[in-house]
């Protein structure tokens, strides 16, 4: 796996949209902060353009992901925001310059398919929050991000949850929101989650949408070589007007309670405020017991 270098004070890092568009007034709280940092933001040339929904045209949002890639002075990539598009441009991108020149690539929800992509290709990704969210993430998010960026972040903990199933495992990270998982099957960006720890997460969906995903990936063999199963945020859920009878973390635990590797419920990451910084493609250790979980990685 090629792992992008940590960042230096002074070196520069992209923004741009690969998905829904973004104007500059939500921008700014998150271009200040990454200057506090000691980073220089450097905005696509298409970031604040419009196509509807979208950040710009399939073309403006490939040609400015395409630029932060073959620009060797740009040392990170920061996703502005999720929404729906990613997979329009994916299979537009060339990321032959990216295994020369590595850099991390940043984001989380829609950016999955990126996340997907790349682990495919061997790059090594970072799964964090995203600019539009700067505002109402939690200091312990923000530091996460910049502690990831830095190389200084180096585990993660959350409580002890009821249905965790305790163990250990050692494997690289990979996964992403749930449903861009389950709309990758079958493609070149498919998960590859053989001897791996995969890590889930979602929002806003439908209970008996979550059980669909989770029947489709269990029938694809997606659990049935996994070292680890790592559940963050399963938020805002909704259910019909003849309820689903389960809640997503026990529709979940249901599909996966047979196998024999580690699960770990609530942590700390996805559609939340308290988004931590996950190194996906990375060698870690997924420590589930008694008196909570940790994820270490290199």
Request: charge should be negative; charged fraction near 20%; include cysteine.
């Amino acid at each position: 796996m090629i792992i992008p270098k940590k960042l230096r004070i002074g070196d520069k890092i992209g923004i741009i949209s690969t998905a829904r568009k973004i104007t500059l007034e939500e921008l700014s709280p998150a271009i200040k902060m990454l200057e506090s940092w000691g980073l220089k933001v450097v905005l696509g040339a298409n970031l604040f353009s419009e196509d509807n929904q979208f950040s710009g045209t399939i073309q403006q949002r490939s040609a400015d992901l395409q630029s932060m890639i073959d620009d060797r002075s740009i040392k990170a990539i920061l996703c502005a925001r999720g929404g729906y598009g990613t997979v329009q441009i994916i299979d537009i991108i060339d990321f032959s310059n990216l295994k020369n020149n590595p850099k991390w690539i940043i984001g989380y929800s829609d950016v999955t398919v990126l996340h997907s992509h790349l682990n495919n290709l061997g790059i090594a990704s970072l799964h964090a929050t995203m600019p539009i969210n700067f505002e109402k993430n939690t200091e312990g998010s923000l530091i996460s991000l910049k502690h990831s960026l830095f190389g200084n972040m180096k585990s993660t903990t959350c409580k002890v949850h009821s249905f965790n199933k305790l163990g250990i495992a050692e494997a690289e990270v990979v996964g992403g929101n749930l449903s861009i998982l389950y709309s990758l099957l079958g493609s070149d960006s498919d998960v590859n989650t053989d001897g791996k720890i995969l890590f889930i997460e979602d929002l806003d969906e439908y209970l008996y949408h979550i059980d669909r995903m989770m029947m489709n990936l269990k029938r694809n063999g997606i659990f049935t070589k996994l070292k680890g199963l790592i559940i963050g945020g399963m938020s805002d859920m909704n259910d019909n007007a003849i309820p689903f009878g389960k809640t997503a973390e026990e529709i979940i635990l249901e599909h996966t309670k047979d196998y024999d590797f580690p699960i770990c419920f609530g942590f700390p990451a996805g559609h939340l405020d308290d988004n931590r910084g996950i190194r996906l493609g990375v060698k870690s250790v997924l420590e589930i017991n008694e008196n909570g979980v940790s994820l270490s990685q290199e």
